[in-house]
């Protein structure tokens, strides 16, 4: 069969944007049933920006400029704003030696002659938020602590605003029967402020990429068809685990090589466009 007809729906989707690695990824691709969601840069843009900066030592420009040059090995998008805003505000990059990425966690890097410099998840840093950072993540910022040979430096809020397809796409999937779980990396509050605006009832927050595995895991022992959309290195492992699995197509070259299907233009309406052209195709096969 219709092996036209998997032809023809593969070349459908390659003139969109959607790529099928093979004819099972076209055939699986309508037969799932809960899709599983990264957040950040997949139902997100993936360009956030600093929007605060809280010194609790030194002042922000310092504080901006060493977290800046801790990340400057790092291809997280979170590295790519505070990047950015070190240029737009003309401070200088320190030279980095030994730098480490700590999926899902955040970096450290050893500035020579000025020390250790951590950046990630608060609580992986090692510090709780202050009064004065304490509605950031409530209003959907994703929060990093910063720290000097583990010494708090203090905090910044980075803005990541929702693609503008993604709300649309949740209520897609769900007329066609999908049920639609965001995994996250971010912290809670975060989680919960971008599920809401995207209209997903469903969502983990705090999440490592062996967790993310797990629960596709969960999903597929409760006789689920599981599909998992990401783009990071983070997401991995679920993408490796889950019976469909999609990549963003400016993500990163891991998620890209584990996925079944790769959206050129990723955004969260493409894999609604996958199933559609899935199902399509297999009522042909019929
Ligand atoms: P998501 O699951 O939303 O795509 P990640 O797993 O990539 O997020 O990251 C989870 C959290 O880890 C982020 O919200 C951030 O707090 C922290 N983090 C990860 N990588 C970095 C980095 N390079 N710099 C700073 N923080 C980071
Ligand atoms: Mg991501």
Redesign the pocket.
Known sequence: ATPTAVMVGVGNGARRGILFRNAAALEQAGKVDVLLV????TLTEGRPTLRHALALDGDENRLIQLAASA?AG?E?P??HALLQRAKESALPLLACERFR?DV????EAALPGVGTVK???PSWIGLALPPEAAAWPLEGN?V?AVSLDDRPLGLLALADPLRGSSKGAVAALRGLGVKVVML???HESTARSIAAEAGIEEWRAG?KPQDKADVVKYWQQRGSKVAMLGD?V?DAPALAAADVSLAMGAGSDVAIAAADITLMHGDLAHAVDAIRLSRASLAKIR
Do not use: P, R
Request: no cysteine; aromatic share 0%; net charge negative.
């Open positions: 990264d957040k950040t840069g990340e790092s997280h979170l590295a990425a899902g966690n955040g970096v950046v990630g998840v994703t990093v996250t990396g971010d999440m990071g983070n």
